[in-house]
């Protein structure tokens, strides 16, 4: 495995919780076969209004990888992603590209790429690049799997605003079990959601914002 040192001094990184930019002086440190890069929380109302898109999604394939963005070393993946339902926002066409962080190289913060198949709702930014159409908002704090019809899993860092929709272990499938056997194989804590009261809770922020 090779290892790398990442140190992006005055690099601007866009924040998952607002439309600022941080400065960040040093933001990834070496490690073997991967990036471990400063994880930026999820804040859920504040993400819902700055999103252009957020929609349930299913992964097609992997389209291309890439080494830069706007001068930044961390590498990105671009994949092709039907778009199931859209919650916030309006698209043209029914297949989107997104960019992903990592690579089959470099993982950042051991999450693991997307594969094809796989479902998620995502909160999505419109990219001004030429690669690709959007990119995760909070990148992995912002990235919830589809387990099944009711349940929506989280990936990283739960947070208090969904703790009033969360799934109890007794109420579901125990199909999905294996599942987040799996998605926590890294010791992430999961946090597992009802899908419908998710998508409720992006509307009624959407109202809101609209009602004022």
């Not at 913060?109 to 030429?130: D, M, P, Q, R, V």
Request: charge should be negative; charged fraction near 30%; glycine fraction near 6%.
């Amino acid at each position: 495995m090779k290892k790398m040192i990442m140190v992006l001094g005055g690099v601007l990184l866009l924040a998952s919780c607002n439309t600022k930019t941080t400065t960040v002086t040093e933001v990834a440190h070496e490690v073997t076969g991967g990036i471990n890069a400063e994880i930026i929380p999820f804040d859920f109302k504040e993400t819902t209004a700055e999103a252009d898109l957020i929609a349930h999604l299913t992964i097609r394939n992997q389209v291309e990888e890439a080494k830069v963005v706007k001068g930044r070393s961390i590498p990105y993946t671009l994949f092709n992603a039907e778009v199931k339902e859209v919650y916030k926002g309006e698209v043209t066409t029914k297949e989107i590209v997104i960019k992903q962080e990592g690579d089959s190289e470099w993982v950042v913060n051991n999450s693991k790429l997307f594969e094809a198949g796989e479902e998620y709702i995502l909160f999505l930014k419109k990219t001004a690049e030429i690669r690709g159409d959007f990119w995760i908002i909070g990148a992995e704090t912002g990235t919830f799997r589809v387990l099944d019809q009711d349940t929506v899993a989280k990936l990283l860092m739960p947070i208090a605003e969904l703790k009033d929709i969360e799934v109890v272990a007794s109420k579901r499938d125990p199909k999905v079990d294996s599942l987040i056997d799996e998605l926590n194989d890294n010791g992430k804590e999961i946090q597992m959601i009802n899908k419908d009261k998710l998508i409720g809770k992006i509307k009624a922020e959407e109202n809101g914002k609209k009602d004022n």
